[in-house]
C-alpha cells in the first residue's frame, strides 16, 4: 500500500511516499479502512515538528494522520457496528496516528458511519475542527445544556428537538478570533446552523482582510479584519492602550458589539484575553481558548509546559475576579459520539471551504499549515 511517513521528526516537510506491506492481521475488534481522503490539521504541522514530542512522542518512521474517510474493507469476527462495504469517517484515539496511507487498521469507536449527504472530502475534515469547537461551546452551560439534551435526543429519536420560536430564543453574541481557519470556520457554522435554533446567536468573526468575504459567506454578522488593528503587530504582544490604533475589541464594539457573552479564541498568543480584559469586561464575557500557547514556532519544554501552566492558572484566578473574564481552555476529544451527533445532525448541509492536494502533494500542503495561514480545511485525496 501507498503511504506518507516522515523518517524523523522535521522542521521542514519531508514526507516520502513509500509502499509498504497492506496490513493483514486484524484483531477481534479491529477494522480495516481503505483511506479515500485525509483531513490535515495545523495539530499535524506541531507533531511533524517534533514541538509536542515531549508530550506527544511517536515512533519514527512514522505514518501521520489522525482523520480521514473512506470504506471499510475487513471487519473482526468480534465487530458489531459496522460491515465490509460501509463508508465512514475515521478519527483516531488514543494518541494513534495512521491515516496518510492507503489502509489503516481502526477499532470500533475510531469511526462512524458517512452520511449520505456528505462526500468524502467533506465527511475527512470534520472530525477535529468541530469536535474541538463543539467543546469550546460545552464551556458556556446553557450552550452546553442544549449540547447534552440534543445527543440524548438524536440517540433515540434519530432527529433534533424542535426549534425554539424566536421569541423563547436567548441572545448570544460570540466573539470568534481566527474565524478564517479550521476550528473558527467550525465553530462559527455550529453556531449558526445548529445553536440558531435555540439562541439568537450573533457572531463577530475576526480574520485578515483577504479573507473577510468567505467569513461572511459562512453567516459571521460583523467581520473585523485584525490586520487594521494592533493584533496586526504579533499575538505576544499586548494592546499598547496610548496606541491610537484601535485593538481588536475596541473594533468590536465600535462595529455594535458592547455585550459580548463568549470569545472563541483560536489563535495562539496572549494578545486577545488581554484585550477582553482591557475592553469587553463590562459584559462579563466567557473567554475560551484552543491554545495556551506563544504565536509562531513554539517548542514544547518543561519550561514552557510552566509558562503554559502559569498562563492557564494566571487567567482562571483572574477571572475569580469581578472585572476578569471566565477563562477556559479547551482541548480537543476523541469521540465518536460527539463525532456521530455533529456529522449528521448539528452540520446540516452547512460547510467551509476545503482546500484539495494530491496525495503525493502532502509536503506542500504542511507548508501551508506551517504558515499558519490556512483557509478553512485542507485535504489530501488518494
Ligand atoms: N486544544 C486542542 O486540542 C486543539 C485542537 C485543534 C486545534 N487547536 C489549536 O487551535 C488553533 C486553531 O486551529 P486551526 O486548525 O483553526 O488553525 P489554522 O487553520 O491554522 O487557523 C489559523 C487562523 O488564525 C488566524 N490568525 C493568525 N494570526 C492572527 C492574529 N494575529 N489575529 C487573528 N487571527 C489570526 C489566521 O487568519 P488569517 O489567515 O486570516 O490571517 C488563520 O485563519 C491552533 O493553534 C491549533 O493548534 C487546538
Not at 469507536?109 to 468524502?120: I, T, W, Y
Not at 446553557?142 to 424542535?162: A, F, M, Q, S, Y
Request: contains cysteine.
Amino acid at each position: 500500500m501507498k503511504a506518507q511517513v516522515i523518517e524523523d521528526y522535521c522542521f521542514t516537510p519531508d514526507f516520502k511516499l513509500v509502499e509498504l506491506e497492506k496490513p493483514s492481521q486484524l484483531n477481534n475488534k479491529q477494522l480495516l479502512v481503505k483511506i479515500k481522503v485525509v483531513g490535515l490539521n495545523r495539530g499535524d504541522s506541531l507533531i511533524r515538528r517534533g514541538d509536542a514530542k515531549l508530550v506527544f512522542k511517536f515512533k519514527m518512521p512514522c505514518i501521520m494522520g489522525l482523520e480521514g474517510a473512506g470504506t471499510v474493507e475487513a471487519v473482526g469476527a468480534g465487530v458489531t457496528k459496522f460491515k465490509i462495504g460501509d463508508d465512514v469517517i475515521v478519527f483516531l484515539k488514543n494518541d494513534r496516528l495512521g491515516t496518510t496511507a492507503e489502509y489503516t487498521v481502526c477499532a470500533e469507536d475510531e469511526l462512524v458511519l458517512k452520511p449520505n449527504n456528505m462526500d468524502f472530502k467533506q465527511a475527512a475534515g470534520v472530525p477535529t475542527v468541530t469536535c474541538t469547537a463543539l467543546e469550546m461551546f460545552r464551556s458556556y452551560s446553557p450552550i452546553n445544556d442544549v449540547i447534552k439534551r440534543e445527543i440524548e435526543h438524536c440517540k433515540v429519536h434519530g432527529k433534533l428537538t424542535d426549534a425554539y420560536e424566536e421569541n423563547d430564543r436567548q441572545n448570544v453574541d460570540i466573539l470568534v478570533i481566527g474565524a478564517s481557519g479550521g476550528v473558527g470556520m467550525a465553530a462559527i457554522i455550529l453556531a449558526k446552523g445548529f445553536l440558531s435554533r435555540y439562541f439568537n446567536i450573533k457572531v463577530y468573526g475576526v480574520c485578515s482582510g483577504k479573507n473577510v468575504q468567505v467569513v461572511k459567506s459562512l453567516g459571521a454578522d460583523v467581520v473585523i479584519d485584525y490586520t487594521q488593528t494592533t493584533a496586526k503587530d504579533g499575538a505576544d504582544n499586548y494592546h499598547p492602550k496610548s496606541s491610537t490604533t484601535p485593538s481588536i475589541c475596541q473594533m468590536v464594539k465600535e462595529n455594535g458589539g458592547k455585550r459580548i457573552d463568549l470569545v472563541l479564541n483560536c489563535v495562539p498568543g496572549y494578545y486577545f484575553y488581554d484585550d477582553v480584559v482591557q475592553n469587553l469586561c463590562s459584559s462579563s464575557p466567557q473567554v475560551v481558548y484552543t491554545s495556551a500557547a506563544p504565536q509562531g514556532p513554539c517548542k514544547v519544554t518543561y519550561w514552557t509546559l510552566v509558562q503554559f501552566g502559569s498562563f492557564i492558572i494566571s487567567a482562571k484566578t483572574k477571572s475569580f475576579f469581578s472585572g476578569y473574564p471566565a477563562y477556559y481552555f479547551a482541548r480537543l476529544v476523541v469521540n465518536a459520539e460527539d463525532l456521530e451527533f455533529v456529522a449528521n445532525y448539528a452540520l446540516e448541509k452547512n460547510w467551509m471551504p476545503i482546500t484539495e492536494f494530491d496525495f503525493a502533494d502532502i509536503n506542500k500542503a504542511h507548508e501551508i499549515l506551517d504558515s499558519e495561514r490556512a483557509v478553512g480545511k485542507l485535504v489530501l485525496i488518494l
